[in-house]
């Protein structure tokens, strides 16, 4: 069984431009979250989404940011018009329900120019 | 999700136990203890959880105080691989994010 899987692992984009990270959960996983890690610091939650559903955004920024996890294929967070602030870890999780451990991606590492 | 407190950082020698604390005195009844590590580079795993009582599985250990108002992860022989960042973390029943504090960054000397 295939861990949680993230696409690209870097990823280089010139301030303006659009940024699309991509997650597959495990097999049979059906929840899925995004985390973003700064430079020295910490983790930090940003969104929650089931199977069409966003179920808790309330960590993602209000303007730019936005989530998917579509029927068929991989959830997409996409960042638009990247600023340098937005260079980071970007960690994907996910879990086949709510209560039970999470499994996180080898993370995407975003670095805007 | 209720408050935990770490040490910054932590040394252990290679082979040797490690116990980690975790203080959480705001715990409420239905707040389950997770911890989790972070290897350089890498993404999160899951390493241990529980309730009330002590638990115990191929990663670790993790002795829960009685008043549940701290606990301890207790690695049985550091090795190297062991170096990483350690996140006591408190989720409750109905809970799905992780806040993720600053942690422990546990130093593995040979």
């Known amino acids: 069984n295939a861990g949680v899987m993230q696409n690209p692992r870097h990823l280089v984009r010139r301030r303006g431009q659009e940024a699309r990270l991509r997650c597959s959960p495990m097999k049979g996983h059906s929840h899925v979250y995004w985390y973003r890690q700064l430079p020295e610091e910490g983790l930090k939650f940003m969104v929650y989404l089931q199977k069409e559903n966003i179920i808790d955004e309330s960590g993602m920024p209000k303007e730019r940011f936005s989530a998917e996890f579509p029927k068929e294929g991989p959830s997409i967070l996409r960042i638009q018009q990247v600023v340098r602030g937005d260079s980071a870890a970007y960690f994907c999780?996910?879990?086949?329900?709510?209560?039970?451990?999470?499994?996180f991606g080898p993370g995407t590492r975003l670095t805007v120019l | 999700d209720a408050k935990t407190t770490q040490p910054n950082s932590m040394e252990s020698n290679e082979e040797e136990p490690v116990h980690l604390p975790c203080n959480h005195s705001t715990i409420s009844g239905t707040d389950y203890i997770h911890w989790y590590r972070q290897l350089p580079s890498q993404g999160p795993e899951y390493v241990i959880h529980g309730l009330t009582s002590n638990v115990n599985n191929r990663m670790a250990s993790l002795a829960i105080a009685e008043d549940r108002k701290s606990s301890t992860l207790i690695l049985h022989r550091a090795t190297l691989r062991d170096a990483a960042v350690y996140y006591c973390?408190?989720?409750?029943?109905?809970?799905?994010?992780?806040?993720f504090g600053g942690g422990t960054r546990l130093m593995v000397k040979p």
């Open positions: 973390i408190l989720i409750n029943n109905a809970g799905n994010m992780l806040t």
């Open positions: 999780a996910s879990s086949p329900d709510y209560t039970n451990e999470q499994f």
